[in-house]
């Protein structure tokens, strides 16, 4: 079992900054791989960054490629998703998400979820 929380999110203008923190515990940090995702109203959950196998490459969605930055922080079992440039098409409560292998874009590949936490984005 992992258990995922998200914390971060807010409101914020147009170009501005959020950096959200998924807290992780459960199993040993290095075991899983940890995704982020969102999901906007009336829409479906979506992929939006996820690190790869290659080391130091990460998979982002093309709408936040060169926007937003993923990282980890292993003495303290987080991943943070650093959003720059935000836009209100960014506006949509964000995941974070555990699951056994690397590079994987598609909900189904990961067993746990956090709870979200909402970002929102004025024009």
């Known amino acids: 079992q992992v258990q995922l929380v998200e914390s971060g999110g807010g409101l914020v203008q147009a170009g501005g900054s959020l950096r959200l923190s998924c807290a992780t515990s459960?199993?040993?940090?290095?075991?899983?791989?940890v995704g982020w995702f969102r999901q906007a109203p009336g829409k479906e959950r979506e992929f939006v960054a996820a690190p790869s196998r290659s080391a130091g490459f990460t998979y982002y969605a093309d709408s936040v490629k060169g926007r937003f930055t993923i990282s980890r922080d292993n003495a303290k079992n987080t991943v943070y998703l650093q959003m720059n440039s935000l836009q209100p098409e960014d506006t949509a409560v964000y995941y974070c998400?555990?699951?056994?292998?690397?590079?994987?874009?598609?909900?189904?590949?990961?067993?746990?979820w956090g709870q979200g936490t909402q970002v929102t984005v004025s024009s």
């Open positions: 998400a555990a699951g056994s292998r690397l590079g994987r874009r598609e909900r189904s590949d990961y067993d746990y």
């Open positions: 459960g199993r040993t940090f290095s075991s899983y791989a």
